[in-house]
């Protein structure tokens, strides 16, 4: 009876550690964590080479790049990706590209700093 409690409580234990290191380790964009990602400067378009799907927010970009560093992706047949931001540093588009055409796009409303929409209008 010892030996199991002890498991079970070595089990509990790791179980604990590995949600800490993944919640470390994947920062922000942890489905883990209650925290908002950090706000973007606005405007747009700005380029992107990947993104982060979270279901419970709109897409958020990764690795973002130069113009003329998606012009080369697109050169070479790969996807890119284009984002705008409102005032409040909130994406308010995103848009994916693949051989010069538009595979999707999706559009952000908000309403008092809170996402109320989402529209894929691609």
Known sequence: ???IIISSVAI???VILAIIVMKFTLGPFSP???EELVAH???GPYYYKGYVNDARKPFQPMDELTKQQAEEL???DYAYYEAYYNNDGHIIKFIKYYND?????EEYMYED???KDVV???
């Open 120 to 122: 894929m209008t691609r």
């Open 74 to 76: 697109k050169s070479r």
């Open 1 to 3: 009876m010892k030996k």
């Open 41 to 43: 400067k606005p405007g």
């Open 101 to 105: 055409q538009i595979m999707f796009q």
């Open 12 to 14: 509990l234990v790791f």
């Open 32 to 34: 883990l964590s209650g």
């Open 113 to 115: 700093g809170d996402l």
